[in-house]
T-cell receptor
C-alpha cells in the first residue's frame, strides 16, 4: 500500500526566513496531496493541496510543488512568522481509495 | 456553516470498558473518515464511509474496533474491551464526496484516555 515519508521531523527558522518540508510517496496511483497544519491540541487544518495534474500551486506565502516522476512533493513557506509555528503533516490519497495516508509530521518553530 | 462536530471532547475510562465516540459530519458531505492520532504521532487511517457503499474497514487495528454510520449523517466509533494502547485522539473528517482528490475537513477529535 501507499507509504508517505516526511522530512525533517523538526525545523527551526528565524522569523522572515523560508521553510521547506519535503515528502515522498510510494504509490504512483496517488493523485491528491494535501498539507495540514496542526497547532497544539487543535484539529488538523487544511492549508493547501495539489492534484496530480498540476506541478505547483501558490497561496500567498505558501506554495506546494509536486514532482510525479520522482514521487515527491514539498511545502514552501516564505517570510515565516511566529504564528506559523505548528506541526505540519503531508498526506497522499490513492486514486482508487478515499482515505489519506499521512507523513509523521514536521514540527516547525519560528523564532522571533 | 458548521464544521465537523465530535463528542465527547474528552473521555477517560477504565481498561476493559467499552466506549462510543460520535461524529457529526458537515451537512451534505457524503464521505466520512475516522483516524487515530497517538501522542506526538501522525494520523492513522481507521475506517471510511462513502454514501451507501460498504465501508472500507482496512485500517481497523483489531476486531475490538467497529463503526457505524446512519445514511449520510452521524457516525459512531465503538471500541470494546479497551486497552491502554487505545489511548489516543480519535479524529473524524468528512468530504463532499469520497473521491480521492476531495479535501477532508477534520473535527476537534475525542481525546481518549484508558486508565
Amino acid at each position: 500500500g501507499e507509504n508517505v515519508e516526511q522530512h525533517p521531523s523538526t525545523l527551526s527558522v528565524q522569523e522572515g526566513d523560508s521553510a521547506v518540508i519535503k515528502c515522498t510517496y510510494s504509490d504512483s496511483a496517488s493523485n491528491y496531496f494535501p498539507w495540514y497544519k496542526q497547532e497544539l491540541g487543535k484539529r488538523p487544518q487544511l492549508i493547501i493541496d495539489i492534484r496530480s495534474n498540476v506541478g505547483e500551486k501558490k497561496d500567498q506565502r505558501i506554495a506546494v510543488t509536486l514532482n510525479k516522476t520522482a514521487k515527491h512533493f514539498s511545502l514552501h513557506i516564505t517570510e515565516t512568522q511566529p504564528e506559523d509555528s505548528a506541526v505540519y503533516f503531508c498526506a497522499a490519497s490513492v486514486r482508487s481509495q478515499g482515505n489519506l495516508i499521512f507523513g509523521k509530521g514536521t514540527k516547525l518553530s519560528v523564532k522571533p | 456553516g458548521a464544521g465537523v462536530s465530535q463528542s465527547p471532547s474528552n473521555k477517560v475510562t477504565e481498561k476493559g470498558k467499552d466506549v462510543e465516540l460520535r461524529c457529526d459530519p458537515i451537512s451534505g458531505h457524503t464521505a466520512l473518515y475516522w483516524y487515530r492520532q497517538r501522542l506526538g504521532q501522525g494520523l492513522e487511517f481507521l475506517i471510511y464511509f462513502q454514501g451507501n457503499s460498504a465501508p472500507d474497514k482496512s485500517g481497523l487495528p483489531s476486531d475490538r474496533f467497529s463503526a457505524e454510520r446512519t445514511g449520510e449523517s452521524v457516525s459512531t466509533l465503538t471500541i470494546q474491551r479497551t486497552q491502554q494502547e487505545d489511548s489516543a485522539v480519535y479524529l473524524c473528517a468528512s468530504s463532499v464526496t469520497g473521491s480521492s482528490n476531495q479535501p477532508q475537513h477534520f473535527g476537534d477529535g475525542t481525546r481518549l484516555s484508558i486508565l
